[in-house]
């Protein structure tokens, strides 16, 4: 398996990094996504990327979330960290925290979108309360090779099916599909299983029956199980897919 998404340089996992990852390795997964957020979490990421070589991949570019007024220092600072990164990431727009910047959080998107076509690299894609805006920026940047994972899907297949229209994205499932009034089990019945990637997010969105606790990348095989239950699929199948999903979009093992 691949966790596509997880932050194993959070501080929540300083006291026992190397058994988490031994975990991990342990239940299965070959290769874990480390998403970016901003200047704060840079040296952190960095050493984890250190750490764990070759299992660890690094991306880089601004959350969303921590676009603010010194956006344009921050961009220039991600941007002189892209070396050797597998992705762009993570990048996107939120207005549920806060819709104060949402202006330059479109800009910073549509730079960071420019990015990823000038390095020919995939987006990794948080979007939360702002579907209209992200759809908008999408046809607005859409270029030929467009490419990413729209990370912590909870919304409809139809959104996903428009973000389509203007790249090749995949759908980031993770504990959410455990919870049980998730309306996301019956979304991902509709999605071509060559459109979907595993991830945690961890530490945060722990899968059922871990939720509420620091969430792993080794629970990563409780959302594939949970993700076959609901497409009335086979777990080995679902896995074997989802992983093919991964190594593909982020050239791994290939270099
Ligand atoms: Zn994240």
Request: aromatic content about 10%; glycine content about 6%; proline content about 4%.
């Amino acid at each position: 398996m691949i966790d596509t998404h997880v932050h194993l340089y959070d501080q929540a996992f300083d006291p026992d990094r190397d058994l988490v990852v031994a975990r991990a390795k342990q239940a299965g997964v070959r290769h874990c996504i480390l998403p970016a957020i901003d200047k704060s979490t840079f040296r952190a990421q960095n050493k984890c990327l250190e750490l764990y070589p070759g299992f660890c991949h690094k991306a880089s570019g601004l959350h969303p979330t921590s676009v603010g007024r010194d956006y344009r220092q921050e961009l220039d600072f991600a941007y002189s960290k892209l070396e050797g990164a597998v992705a762009i990431g993570e990048v996107g727009l939120d207005a549920y925290w806060s819709r104060e910047f949402m202006d330059e959080q479109i800009l910073a998107l549509e730079e960071q979108v420019q990015w990823a076509r000038e390095l020919d690299l995939p987006l990794i894609i948080h979007s939360r309360s702002a579907f209209p805006g992200l759809l908008a920026t999408l046809k607005k940047c859409s270029f030929p090779g467009m490419r990413g994972i729209l990370h912590a899907w909870s919304s409809s297949a139809e959104i996903f099916r428009e973000a389509n229209r203007y790249g090749y994205f995949l759908m980031g499932i993770g504990g959410v599909i455990t919870y049980r009034n998730a309306r996301l089990a019956e979304v991902v019945k509709d999605i071509d299983l060559a459109r979907i990637v595993l991830e945690t997010d961890a530490p945060w969105l722990s899968p059922v029956p871990f939720r509420g606790q620091r969430n792993e990348s080794a629970y990563l095989e409780h959302i594939a199980r949970e993700l076959a239950k609901a497409r009335n699929d086979n777990p080995d199948r679902v896995i074997e897919h989802t992983t093919q999903n991964a190594l593909s979009l982020f050239l791994l093992e290939k270099k």
